[in-house]
């Protein structure tokens, strides 16, 4: 079992920037893909962006291609997701995953709690 803890969300204005990180724990974090999705009320969760384990790869949303990027430090267990040029539609709760392949649709193995981003307008 997986276990995902996220951080970093909060408010901030229109262009502005945040860095959301997710700690793992419980298994051997560096043999798991990584991933980013969102969510906002009333809208189906989507996929945001992902890092593979094996190559590290990156995959990114068009959304957000450009404007986020997707890393992992795997001696601190930790994937953080670097959002800039951050835009009110961009507002949403942010969840992390794990699994062992990447996906681009919402139904990896293990999820966090997820945290919330606001952006104001």
């Known amino acids: 079992q997986v276990q995902l803890v996220e951080s970093g969300g909060g408010l901030v204005q229109a262009g502005g920037s945040l860095r959301l990180s997710c700690a793992a724990s419980g298994r051997t974090f560096s043999r798991y893909a990584m991933g980013w999705f969102r969510q906002a009320p009333g809208k189906e969760r989507e996929f945001v962006a992902a890092?593979?384990?094996?190559?590290?790869?990156?995959y990114y949303a068009d959304s957000v291609k450009g404007r986020f990027t997707i890393s992992r430090d795997n001696a601190k267990n930790t994937v953080y997701l670097q959002m800039n040029s951050l835009k009110p539609e961009d507002t949403a709760v942010y969840y992390c995953?794990?699994?062992?392949?990447?996906?681009?649709?919402?139904?990896?193995?293990?999820w966090g709690q997820g945290t919330q981003v606001t952006v104001a307008s």
């Open positions: 890092i593979n384990w094996r190559d590290e790869s990156t």
């Open positions: 995953a794990a699994d062992k392949v990447v996906l681009m649709t919402p139904t990896w193995r293990y």
